[in-house]
């Protein structure tokens, strides 16, 4: 049961790299994403840890926001 539930959430955390466009803008090659992900790890782990994990949590909250919002029929 473990093993199903860590593979999903591996699958979903897969989706967000694909929604969010780093599949695309990388051109599928996974060094390029595997380094920019360790790059967004550096930024978060800095001086100013604090002020930009609270600004991509916004940004993500209004993009899921704004696609809940668009898939909603009226």
């Known amino acids: 049961m473990q ?4 593979t999903r959430h591996l699958i979903e955390l897969g989706g967000l790299v694909q929604k969010a466009g780093l599949v695309d803008l990388a051109d599928d090659d996974r060094a390029t994403l595997y380094g920019a992900m360790l790059e967004l790890v550096a930024r978060a782990q800095g001086d100013d840890a604090g002020n ?6 916004r940004r993500g909250k209004r993009a899921f926001d704004a696609e809940t919002e668009g898939s909603e029929t009226p």
């Open 52 to 57: 930009v994990l609270a600004l991509w949590k």
């Open 3 to 6: 093993r199903r539930e860590r």
